[in-house]
């Protein structure tokens, strides 16, 4: 691990959570670079980590795998400055919501690689669902670099890079929608006459749990829901009132609209 010098190419929210990743599974501080757009954030980032923090041009000369984590909006006018920099045999690897590889295909050397990837921020906590897929020129090898990167964050897993709309969706925001649900269980607990410590401490340990169990278990959520579920027992009570609130359905379209935005996101940046 280590092997290759990657540098973060605009290094926010997400392209700090894989230098803080990196750092944590070994990967050596020496073999990583960042860039920024601000000297304060150049400064907090080298004080925080010890990377170094280079200009974009010094990142593309330096690196051999150059993290594009910008956000989308912004990604056109870095390629115009980087793109014609750029070797073909370097890796690029784009993290930027809604791009998909041929934005990067049409502004880089002909036959660069570039491989796309959705992560999310419990990479904080190595518990990551980060999405990998090819792009034209990404071979094997490629995608086995990738994975070794995002491993230590938490899983990772290949999909075609037409599902990573979905992904993007699914996963890339999904740990909003479980804080969303959290928080209003909680309000939902002071309702009930509970202190907002004691309920916090009541869902965020039945989540944690809960979540544990779909993953070892190995059993359809199905299942797992029936087994709390008594028959004319408080829980189905519960069920049927998020069901006539349309819960479900509402979950459904919230999906469709965030894959949606992605799209957009995508033909804006165009």
């Known amino acids: 691990m280590g092997g290759h010098t990657v540098a973060v190419i605009g290094a926010g929210k997400i392209g700090e959570l894989m230098l803080s990743g990196l750092l ?10 960042a860039t920024a757009r601000r000297p304060a954030r150049a400064q907090e980032l080298t004080d925080r980590y010890g990377v170094r923090v280079v200009d974009n041009l010094t990142a593309v000369t330096e ?8 956000k989308p909006q912004d990604a056109a006018a870095l390629l115009d400055e ?5 070797p073909a045999d370097k890796l ?9 590889t041929a934005f990067f295909n049409r502004r880089l050397p002909e036959g660069t690689p570039v491989v796309r990837v959705m992560t999310n921020t419990p990479a904080l906590v190595d518990q990551a669902m980060s999405a990998i897929s090819a792009g034209a020129y990404a071979t094997g090898e490629h995608l086995a670099l990738a994975e070794e990167m995002f491993s230590p964050l938490g899983a990772t ?10 992904v ?15 928080e209003a269980m909680i309000d939902a607990g002071i309702l009930l006459g509970l202190p907002r410590q004691v309920a ?13 169990m ?9 299942k797992l829901r029936e087994a709390v579920t008594s028959p004319a027992g408080t829980t189905i009570s519960a069920i049927r009132e998020l069901e006539n609130h349309g819960v479900r359905a509402a979950m459904l379209a919230a999906l469709e609209a965030a894959r949606d935005r992605a799209r957009e996101l995508a033909a804006q940046a165009d």
Do not use: M, N
């Not at 980087?82 to 750029?86: D, Q, W």
């Not at 897993?157 to 979905?166: G, H, K, L, N």
């Not at 993007?168 to 649900?181: N, V």
């Open 24 to 33: 944590r599974s070994g990967w050596p501080v020496e073999r990583l670079l």
């Open 168 to 182: 993007t969706a699914l996963s890339g925001s999904g740990p909003a929608y479980f804080y969303l649900l959290v």
């Open 63 to 70: 690196a051999e795998v150059l993290a594009v984590s910008v």
């Open 82 to 86: 980087i793109g014609p920099k750029v």
């Open 200 to 212: 916090h401490e009541l869902i965020v340990q039945t989540a944690i749990g809960s979540a544990v």
């Open 92 to 100: 690029v690897i784009s993290l930027c919501a809604g791009l998909p």
């Open 214 to 222: 779909l993953r070892d278990s190995g059993e359809h959520p199905v």
């Open 157 to 166: 897993v290949r999909v075609p890079e037409s599902q990573q709309d979905a």
